[in-house]
């Protein structure tokens, strides 16, 4: 990207891997009248500020703790409350993280943003779903099952393909493509496995809804999902699980809502199924226009040189 210089610093080697960084952050922020901006990484974001106290400096957290589990979770959700106490200025992703780590009279909301992937306008004749995200930590069975119980409901299921585009754990995918088998649905079903952002296109061109599909739980609540965004601004309605973050962006123009159990999958492609006719891709991308990376970054230009 034009006028981004980017210092790579080897991951390897844990404290050495610090000090590494740090070294690097030092001898490339010697101008005093330069706005640090820098993006929560645990136990060593608080060393930044101190490090250079005169910098006008922006602490910016994109996600809380999203451990199974529970101590786990508060325990790193405690130190990012630690460690934002060193800074005057905070950006969070959403209201909702925000007040879940007590920032909300403190921080600027500085939410995700999308591209637009495909500039298409979908015919909503017949049903093909996309779902493109990780794996890991996502109960896709779920989803499967669900699929599973509505083409045994339904009068034209040839209507109705699925594709899922992504990877998670060793393993992962090949145990979701023989649960597939073993329904009986894999000519319905089909996987493309990791497929590099930049060759998304014509995957979001030729399916007509998306599928956010994200486990009801409270370390994922209020995480934005990214693919929600990409999926609206490329014109398409979406089946979304009922987080607090999709509650905020999807409505009866835009999409469905849906639990997360297999027989909330089957409903959210019945109801998407009988909205078909009403929904026009130019309207669903206008319903999702504030969160164009344009837009965003306009907003914290504005935001960065109000601290000067």
Same mark, same amino acid.
């Given at each position: 990207m034009d006028g981004i210089q980017v210092i790579s610093v080897n991951r390897q080697g844990g404290l050495i891997r610090a000090i590494r960084f740090l070294t690097a952050f030092w001898n490339l922020t010697k101008n005093k009248e330069a706005?640090?901006?820098? =993006?929560?990484?645990?136990?060593v974001s608080w060393l930044i500020p101190l490090m250079r106290p005169k910098n006008a400096m922006v602490l910016d957290i994109r996600t809380g703790s999203v451990e199974k589990n529970i101590l786990a979770r508060k325990f790193y959700d405690t130190v990012l409350k630690i460690e934002a106490l060193f800074y005057e200025?905070?950006?969070?992703?959403?209201?909702?993280?925000? =007040? =879940? @780590?007590?920032l909300a009279k403190k921080a600027e909301i500085l939410p995700l943003g999308a591209e637009v992937i495909s500039s298409t306008d979908k015919v909503f004749n017949d049903l093909k779903i996309l779902y493109v995200g990780t794996l890991y930590n996502r109960n896709l069975e779920k989803v499967i099952y669900g699929l599973k119980k509505y083409l045994s409901q339904s009068e034209t299921p040839e209507k109705v393909a699925l594709t899922i585009v992504g990877d998670g754990l060793p393993g992962q995918l090949d145990r979701l493509i023989m649960e597939t088998e073993r329904c009986g649905i894999s000519e319905v079903v089909k996987f493309k496995g990791r497929v590099p952002h930049d060759q998304l296109k014509p995957l979001f061109d030729t399916h007509n809804?998306? @599928?956010?599909?994200?486990?009801?739980t409270a370390y994922f609540d209020d995480q934005p999902p990214t693919k929600t965004y990409e999926y609206l601004m490329s014109g398409m309605p979406v089946i979304a699980t009922k987080t607090s973050a999709n509650q905020l962006i999807i409505n009866h123009e835009n999409g469905v809502l849906i639990g997360d159990a297999p027989q909330d999958i089957c409903t959210g492609i019945k109801l998407i199924e009988q909205k078909m006719d009403r929904f026009c891709s130019k309207s669903i991308r206008m319903s999702a226009q504030d969160y164009q990376w344009q837009?965003?970054?306009e907003n914290l230009h504005t935001y960065l040189c109000n601290l000067r």
């Open positions: 706005i640090i901006f820098v =993006k929560y990484f645990k136990f200025n905070i950006t969070v992703i959403s209201s909702g993280l925000s =007040k =879940k @780590l007590g809804v998306g @599928l956010s599909y994200i486990p009801l837009r965003i970054v």
